[in-house]
């Protein structure tokens, strides 16, 4: 193939979503309301491409899950009862911007750690890693 023709077929693969990706596979770790959708708390999950963002969507193709754990607007990633946030936050924080953010009190980890503190929904996955898909029961006195 010729350098125009695999531009070419770069680009369309680009705007068809084809993108010849190898497969990942992670263990997944369910907590709450996502374990009992799931019927597990732990499974192995095979995906294809290297991103947090090709697993939740193959991840969601097969498990429907969407709606519980992602928000796709600001307000919807945001709890009504939260305190007004100060104009001047102290330290570091990182928050995944809007349509890549999880619905209040749900979360997704990657090796222990909450994704918007590495990569958000870019975050690289290898074979191995571990996915936790949290959303906690809530009780109420």
């Known amino acids: ?30 907590t709450g309301h996502v374990r009992t959708a799931v019927g597990s708390h732990e499974l192995e999950f095979t995906f294809e491409g290297t991103r947090l963002r090709d697993f939740l969507e193959a991840f969601f193709e097969e498990y429907d899950l969407e709606d519980m754990l992602i928000a796709e607007t600001e307000a919807d990633a945001t709890h009504s009862g939260w305190a007004p946030v100060p104009d001047d936050l102290p330290g570091t924080w990182r928050k995944n911007p809007e349509g890549d953010q999880t619905r209040p009190y749900a979360r997704v980890c990657v090796n222990g750690r909450f994704n918007e503190h590495l990569g958000g929904f870019e975050t690289e996955l290898t074979d191995d890693d571990r996915v936790a898909l949290i959303y906690p029961f809530m009780f109420c006195c």
């Not at 125009?4 to 369309?12: F, H, L, P």
């Open 1 to 30: 193939m010729g350098t125009d023709q695999a531009a070419t077929a770069d680009r369309r693969a680009a705007t068809t979503g084809e993108r010849g990706l190898d497969a990942t596979t992670v263990t997944v770790r369910c």
